[in-house]
Nanobody
Framework: QVQLVESGGGVVQAGESLTLSCTGTYKNLTLITMGWYRQRPRKDREFVALISSKGTTDYKNSLKGRFTVSRDPAKNAVRLQMRNLIQEDSAIYYC???????WGQGTQVTVST
C-alpha cells in the first residue's frame, strides 16, 4: 500500500517557481527524515534534498540556493520549493521516507523555454 503521495507538479516556464508537497498516512510526518529525489529523462534517479527529524537540511550542491525543503506541520506534509527553474530541472520528482525506504509514486515537473 502506497503511503506517500506527491503533488504540485505541472508545466511552468523557465524562470518561474513551483512548490511540491509530499503527504502520507503517518501519525506525524514531522518526526520522520524525508528526502526528495528526481529522475530526468535518460538519467539515473538523483538526490535533491532532505530534511531530518531535527529540522536540519541537505541539498544537492548545484541546487543549493534555488531549492528549499521545509515542513508544513498543519498539513502533516513536507514541501520542496523550487525557484528560478531551468529546463534541466524537468523530471519526475519523488519523496522518500529515509527511515523506511518507502517511495511515493512521483509527480512530473516540466520546465519549458
Amino acid at each position: 500500500q502506497v503511503q506517500l503521495v506527491e503533488s504540485g507538479g505541472g508545466v511552468v516556464q523557465a524562470g518561474e517557481s513551483l512548490t511540491l508537497s509530499c503527504t502520507g498516512t503517518y501519525k506525524n510526518l514531522t518526526l520522520i527524515t524525508m528526502g526528495w529525489y528526481r529522475q530526468r529523462p535518460r538519467k539515473d534517479r538523483e538526490f535533491v534534498a532532505l530534511i531530518s527529524s531535527k529540522g536540519t537540511t541537505d541539498y544537492k550542491n548545484s541546487l543549493k540556493g534555488r531549492f528549499t525543503v521545509s515542513r508544513d506541520p498543519a498539513k502533516n506534509a513536507v514541501r520542496l520549493q523550487m525557484r528560478n527553474l531551468i529546463q534541466e530541472d524537468s523530471a519526475i520528482y519523488y519523496c522518500k521516507n529515509i527511515y523506511t525506504g518507502e517511495w511515493g509514486q512521483g509527480t512530473q515537473v516540466t520546465v519549458s523555454t
